[in-house]
C-alpha cells in the first residue's frame, strides 16, 4: 500500500532561535514516487523530514499521509520506515531480529515474519545473514539491514536522512541501485534528503531544492539543471558558470553576444545561464551561434575546460578529451535554445 | 619478551601492595579461621567452621541477610531505574536527579541508619503523627522483615542507580528509541524492547554491586535490626569480639563464608537477571 504525501505551508523555527527553519514550505509527493530533497546543511532539510517522521512538532502548516493529517499521531501510528545516516541497528538483536522489529510490534504471526525477513535479507543482498550481530557487519551492510528493517513492515512511506553519506563513494552508488531497485519491489513513496545533487538526481523522479528553509525549485532532475529557477539554485548545483547579464522579451534575450532565441518567460533585465557542458562548438552558422575566440585550454583528461571570448563576454565550456582546440583558435559555439534560461539577477 | 617484563617490573610496585594488603589480610585471617595462627584455643582444621554453622543462628542469620540484600537490591533498582526515566526528558529533571543524589550520597550509611531509626522506629516521628491521626503502625524497626534496614539501604542506593542509569541513558539510547518509534513501536513496547534491554548490562552491574554491598555491611543491620536473628555481618563482629578465645577464629570464619556466598550470590544473580532479560526482550545474550 503507499500513500501520497503533502506538506502544506510548515513552518519551523527552534525554540530560542531568532531565524525560521522552514518557511512556508510546500511539497507534494504523489503515491509510490520518488521526491529527493536537496540542499546544502543547514537548510533545513532533515528538519523536514523529522517533521514528516513525527519526531519534531512544527510551529506552523500541515503534513496530510494519504490524505489525513498527522501532526497530532505520534511516529508509531504513522505507518512509516525511516533510515538515518547512521544505522542505527538494535545492538541487543541479531540482523534478522532488527529486520523483523517492525513486525513483532504489530503481532505479526512468526511464520509470515520468517519469510518476510528471510525475502528482505534476500532482496539487500544479505541472505544467511540473519543470525549475525550488527557489529559484525560492514557499515555499508548494516545501512543495507537498516533499509530492510525500515521496509519490513510495508510502511505507506519510506523517508531517508542521508541515508548513504556514511560509506564511500563506491558503495554509495551500489547502494543507489539498490534503493531504486527496492523501490520497484516495494513500492512505498519515497521521501529522501541529501546533500549530494548526483545522489538526488539519480535517486529521485522529482528533486525539491531547499535554499535557507524554502522552496527554491521542485522539478524532474533534468529540468532543474536546464532550467534553474533562480542564481541561488544554479549556483548551489553548480551552473552559475555563464552568467551574462541582458534583456528578456517574449521569445529572446539581448545580450552583448547578440539576439538568442529562447523560451522563457521572464521578463527585463535578467540574466543568461547555460550550463559549461551544454555549449558545443562547431562551424556552422544559424541561430544562436555565437563566433568566439579560445583563450585557454586546460586538459582534465576525461574532458577539456575551455575558456572562450566573445564580444567581450568570457564562455566557460567543457568538450570532449580529443577536441583539437588551441589558445587562440577562432570558432563558432552554438548555444541551444533548450539549454538556456533565464533568471533574476 | 623483554617488554613484558618491564610491564611487570612497572606494575610490580602496585601488585605487591594489593597482595599484601588484601591477600595477606585474607590469608592472615584464613589461617586464624583454621586454628593456625593467632591467640585462640581453636584446634587446628575446620573446628571453627563447624561450630559456627551449627546451629540455627546460622541458617536464620543466612536467610535474613538474603532477605535483606534481594529486597533492598530489587527496590532499589526499581525505583532507580524508574526515576531516572522519569526526570530525564527535561533538563530541570536531569538537574533534580543530580541534586537530589548529590544529597544522598555523600551521607554515611551510618548517619543514615541513625535518621531512619529516628523516623521509622516505634517512638519515632512517624509513629507519633500516625498515632496522633489514630493509626496504630506496626514495628517498623528491630521487626521481623528488617523493614528500616530495607528502608536505610534503599534510601541510600536508589540515587546510586540513578546516576548511573541516567550516564547509561546519555548514550545512543535515545536515537535507538525514535527509531523503534518510527518502526510503529508503542511507547511501551519502546520501553520492554528497546530502553530496558540496552540498559540492562548498566543495571546488571549496579545491582551485583549493591547486593554484595548488603550483604556484607554490619552498622545499618546492627542499629535497626533484631536481637535474633542477626544478618551474618553482626553475627561475625559478635562472635570476633566475643570474650571466648575461640571467637576470633569463628568470627573470621563467618567473615569468610560472607564472602564466598556474596560471590556465589553475585554468579547466581548475574546468570539469573541475563535469563530474566532474554525472557522479557525475547533476545538471546
Excluded at chain 2, 500516625?130 to 521481623?144: Q, Y
Aim: charged letters at 15%.
Amino acid at each position: 500500500m503507499t500513500t501520497d504525501i503533502t506538506i502544506a505551508d510548515l513552518d519551523h523555527t527552534y525554540p530560542g532561535a531568532t531565524t525560521p527553519t522552514l518557511r512556508r514550505v510546500t511539497l507534494e509527493v504523489p503515491a509510490g514516487t520518488r521526491t529527493a530533497v536537496l540542499g546544502p546543511s543547514g537548510s533545513g532539510k532533515s528538519t523536514l523530514l523529522s517533521i514528516v517522521a513525527g519526531l519534531s512538532t512544527p510551529t506552523g502548516g500541515d503534513v496530510r499521509l494519504a490524505g489525513h493529517s498527522v501532526l497530532r499521531q505520534p511516529p508509531h501510528r504513522r505507518d512509516l520506515g525511516v533510515v538515518f545516516q547512521r544505522p542505527l541497528l538494535f545492538p541487543h538483536l541479531t540482523v534478522a531480529e532488527n529486520v523483523a522489529f517492525g513486525l513483532r510490534m504489530r503481532g505479526t504471526d512468526r511464520a509470515a515474519i520468517q519469510r518476510r525477513v528471510a525475502e528482505l535479507l534476500d532482496a539487500v543482498a544479505l541472505p544467511g545473514y540473519g543470525e549475525r550481530r550488527s557489529g559484525e557487519l560492514s557499515g555499508g551492510q548494516q545501512q543495507r539491514v537498516a533499509l530492510a528493517r525500515a521496509l519490513a513492515a510495508r510502511p505507506g512511506v519510506l523517508l531517508l536522512d542521508e541515508p548513504f553519506s556514511a560509506l564511500d563513494p563506491q558503495l554509495r552508488g551500489d547502494m543507489r541501485a539498490l534503493l531504486t531497485e527496492l523501490h520497484r519491489r516495494e513500492g512505498s513513496t519515497t521521501l529522501f534528503v541529501t546533500h549530494d545533487r548526483d545522489e538526488a538526481t539519480d535517486v529521485a523522479d522529482t528533486v525539491t531544492v531547499l535554499l535557507g528553509g524554502r522552496v527554491a525549485q521542485h522539478a524532474p532532475p533534468a529540468d532543474l539543471f536546464r532550467r534553474p529557477a533562480t542564481l541561488a539554485v544554479a549556483r548551489f548545483l553548480g551552473g552559475a558558470g555563464n552568467a551574462i547579464p541582458g534583456t528578456a522579451s517574449a521569445g529572446h534575450f539581448d545580450c552583448p553576444l547578440g539576439r538568442l532565441r529562447l523560451d522563457t518567460d521572464h521578463r527585463g533585465a535578467g540574466l543568461l545561464l547555460i550550463r559549461p557542458a551544454a555549449i558545443v562548438v562547431g562551424d556552422q552558422q544559424g541561430e544562436n551561434v555565437v563566433s568566439a575566440t579560445i583563450t585557454a585550454v586546460t586538459d582534465r583528461g576525461t574532458h577539456l575546460d575551455i575558456q572562450a571570448t566573445s564580444a567581450g563576454v568570457t564562455l566557460q565550456l567543457t568538450t570532449g578529451p580529443a577536441a583539437p582546440l588551441r589558445p587562440g583558435d577562432d570558432t563558432h559555439l552554438w548555444l541551444p535554445p533548450a539549454h538556456l534560461s533565464v533568471v533574476t539577477p | 619478551m623483554n617488554h613484558r617484563r618491564t610491564g611487570l617490573l612497572l606494575i610490580l610496585p602496585a601488585l605487591a601492595t594489593v597482595v599484601l594488603l588484601f591477600g595477606g589480610g585474607l590469608g592472615y585471617g584464613f589461617a586464624q579461621s583454621l586454628g593456625l595462627a593467632g591467640f585462640t584455643d581453636t584446634p587446628v582444621g575446620l573446628a571453627a567452621y563447624q561450630r559456627v554453622t551449627e546451629g540455627p543462628a546460622f541458617t536464620d542469620g543466612l536467610l535474613l541477610s538474603l532477605w535483606i540484600s534481594t529486597v533492598a537490591t530489587g527496590l532499589a533498582v526499581a525505583i532507580g531505574v524508574a526515576a531516572a526515566l522519569a526526570l530525564r526528558r527535561t533538563a530541570a529533571g536531569r538537574r533534580t536527579a543530580t541534586f537530589l543524589a548529590q544529597l544522598g550520597l555523600p551521607v554515611p550509611h551510618l548517619i543514615g541508619a541513625v535518621a531512619i531509626g529516628l523516623l521509622l522506629a516505634d517512638s519515632g516521628l512517624l509513629a507519633r503523627v500516625a498515632r496522633t491521626v489514630g493509626v496504630a503502625l506496626p514495628a517498623l524497626v528491630a521487626d521481623p522483615h528488617a523493614v528500616a534496614v530495607i528502608a536505610e539501604y534503599v534510601w541510600k542506593e536508589a540515587p546510586f542507580v540513578l546516576i548511573v542509569v541516567l550516564a547509561a541513558l546519555g548514550g545512543p539510547v535515545a536515537e535507538h528509541e525514535r527509531i523503534a518509534a518510527t518502526l510503529g513501536a508503542r511507547p511501551r513496547q519502546v520501553l520492554r524492547h528497546v530502553t530496558l534491554p540496552l540498559l540492562a548490562p548498566s543495571i546488571l552491574a549496579v545491582a551485583v554491586l549493591i547486593f554484595a554491598f548488603t550483604l556484607g555491611a554490619y552498622e545499618v543491620p546492627a542499629l535497626l535490626g533484631r536481637a535474633y536473628p542477626q544478618p551474618l555481618p553482626v553475627l561475625a563482629y559478635q562472635r570476633f569480639t566475643a570474650a571466648e578465645l575461640s571467637g576470633r577464629a569463628e568470627g573470621v570464619a563467618i567473615a569468610l563464608l560472607i564472602a564466598v556466598i556474596a560471590v556465589a550470590a553475585a554468579l547466581a544473580y548475574t546468570g539469573a537477571s541475563r535469563r530474566a532479560v532474554g525472557r522479557v526482550t525475547g533476545a538471546r545474550r
